[in-house]
Structures are given as structure tokens and as C-alpha cells.
């Protein structure tokens, strides 16, 4: 079985950024459950308004086929519409960056219990108010890189470490590829075509009812049915164009 991890994280754009966050959770979660996939919420940071500031969650595939496809996602995702909050009408621009990691086998990442440094803290709410009494949030730092990783989702302690332990394992996989890649040539570089997290790669313009990617210079329309999960004409010309 293979396993991923995305990470959705509200960019520019404020609240609406973060309610961007949670349109694309449920874009990902919708298709994950078209493909028959598993999903597991590992991390949340909830904001106003029903927004998501942060989110990351792993999708699992007994077919092994899941990185292949969602790979594409990994990138900035900018919006262009009307927020709830605009009493004027007029159109707001907000970015949302997307990491896709591949979630090591448990052979691949070893971590010394002597790297990390564990810190239990208390849920929190939108506003950061704290939603739980007991301190069952878990925040880990791993000292020799510096990544540090949380997750509160679940009510149970031990959970939540599993999940941030999780998280932790594909940020240092992501990050021993990278510096691989770093390693190599700019011929060799071009050929894996790398995704930045900081490149912008997909506009979502909701009065335009249009998808732009501006990789492959396509567009789609009728974005409600995309949204609503139904992403595969985007995978599949990503596909096509052999990207």
C-alpha cells in the first residue's frame, strides 16, 4: 500500500485564503473517496468562518498509484472570486500552497528517539482558544534539521504523536530528495521537473466559471464539478502531456 501526505496551507488573501484551504480539502477528500482511497485528517489549524488555515492529511492506495496522480497538485493554487466577506463585489485574489509528500515505508526513515524533542499542548479552536482540558496536541521537533511538526486532531495523545510522526518521516524524505536533486545537473533537474512549492501552478477563477494550469497552458471550465472532487480530466492531461 502506498501513502501520501498533503499539506494545504493558506498564502495571501486572509480569511479567504483560509476558506480556500478547506475548498480544497474537500476537493481532495471528494476525489480520494471517488478512487477509493483512505483518508486520514493528521493536522488542522481551523480559522474563522469555517476556514482552515492549515491542513494536512494522508491518502492511502492499495494500488500503489496514488503519487503518480496527485503529484501534480504540489505548487501554489491561486483563486479569484468574491468573498463572503466582500460587501462591495468585487473580486479578491488568494493563494493557497499545496505540498505533495510520499509517506516513507517504515524501513526507509529511521529517526533516533535521541533527535527529538516532544512538546504536549492543548488543542485550540478558531481564535486559538483552547477546545480541550487535557494536553493531548503533540508538537515534535526533530534537532539535527530543525523541521518541526504538530498535530491535535485526534482526543487521544498517542494518536496524535503517530500522526506527527507521520508527518515528520515525509517532510525528511522530501527534504533528502531535495537535496539530491540540488546535487544534480540543470539538464538532469529540467528532465524531473521538480514541483516548488512556491511556484505558482493552477488559477481558479470563480466569475470566469475557468481552471487555468499554467504548466501544461490548459484551461477547464464548469469549475463547481471540480471542486466537488471530479479532478480526473485535470490528472489525466497531465498525464497525456507526459509532464
Known amino acids: 500500500m502506498q501513502s501520501i501526505i498533503i499539506e494545504i496551507r493558506a498564502g495571501v488573501g486572509g480569511a479567504e485564503a483560509s476558506l480556500f484551504v478547506a475548498d480544497l480539502l474537500k476537493m481532495y477528500s471528494r476525489y480520494a473517496l471517488s478512487q477509493g482511497w483512505q483518508e486520514k485528517i493528521l493536522s488542522s489549524n481551523p480559522s474563522e468562518l469555517s476556514g482552515l488555515k492549515e491542513v494536512i492529511l494522508e491518502l492511502g492506495d492499495k494500488n500503489d498509484n496514488i503519487f503518480s496522480k496527485m503529484q501534480y497538485e504540489a505548487g501554489v493554487h491561486r483563486v479569484q472570486r468574491i468573498p463572503k466577506t466582500e460587501k462591495a463585489g468585487r473580486i479578491h485574489t488568494s493563494t493557497v500552497s499545496v505540498a505533495v ?26 481564535g486559538g482558544q483552547n477546545v480541550n ?18 498535530s491535535q486532531t485526534e482526543r487521544n495523545q498517542s494518536q496524535n504523536k503517530e500522526s506527527a510522526m507521520a508527518i515528520l518521516q515525509a517532510k525528511l524524505l522530501e527534504k533528502k530528495e531535495m537535496e539530491s536533486v540540488g546535487s544534480m545537473s540543470e539538464k538532469r533537474k ?8 512556491a511556484e505558482k501552478i493552477r488559477t481558479y477563477n470563480f466569475p470566469q466559471d475557468r481552471i487555468t494550469d499554467h504548466r501544461i497552458n490548459k484551461k477547464w471550465h464548469n469549475l463547481e464539478a471540480i471542486m466537488d472532487g471530479n479532478l480526473e480530466p485535470i490528472i489525466k492531461a497531465f498525464e497525456k502531456a507526459n509532464f
Not at 517504515?106 to 529517526?111: A, G, H, L, N, V
Open 101 to 126: 509528500l510520499l509517506k516513507p515505508k517504515q524501513t526507509e526513515m529511521i529517526i533516533k528517539p535521541e533527535e527529538l524533542k516532544i512538546d504536549l499542548f492543548r488543542s485550540s479552536g478558531p
Open 190 to 197: 529540467a528532465q524531473i521537473k521538480w514541483a516548488k512549492r
Open 133 to 150: 482540558k487535557r494536553e493531548t496536541a503533540v508538537r515534535i521537533t526533530h534537532l539535527p534539521t530543525g523541521i518541526i511538526v504538530a
